[in-house]
């Protein structure tokens, strides 16, 4: 099992700065990649953005140029740093890790952080 712990949610201008932080633990060896979705109020859950090991990242355009995602191996933890927000970010936004060993993959959801943009 693995366990992600989200932090760093909270209530920010349109225009402001907000940085997320997921550490997992638990069971961490064979986590391929870890990232952020988002649920903004009565849509699905969306990608926001993820990072593979060997540092490849992926972006919604939604996003891009806006967001970036970093992770530190060694304290197995994701990051996500929001610039420029709108308040069409507004979301509950989830860590999530994938898993992959011997053939099968699992994956993990952290309880998710709010984050709220004013106009």
């Known amino acids: 099992q ?25 069971s961490t060896i064979g986590i391929t990649s870890m990232g952020w979705y988002r649920q903004p109020p009565g849509k699905q859950r969306e990608l926001v953005s993820v990072v593979f090991n060997g540092a490849i990242t992926n972006y919604a355009d ?9 992770r530190d191996n060694r304290k197995n933890t994701v990051y996500l740093q929001m ?10 936004y989830y860590c999530h890790a994938q898993k992959s060993l011997t053939g099968a993959s ?3 959801w952290g309880q998710g952080t709010q984050v709220t943009v004013s106009s």
Not at 2 to 26: D, H, I, M
Not at 62 to 70: D, E, I, L, N
Not at 83 to 92: I, Q, R
């Open 2 to 26: 693995v366990q992600l712990v989200e932090s760093g949610g909270g209530l920010v201008q349109a225009g402001g700065s907000l940085r997320l932080s997921c550490a997992a633990s638990g």
């Open 62 to 70: 939604a996003v891009k140029g806006r967001f970036t995602v970093s």
């Open 83 to 92: 610039d420029s927000l709108k308040p069409e970010d507004t979301a509950v």
């Open 106 to 108: 699992w994956d993990y």
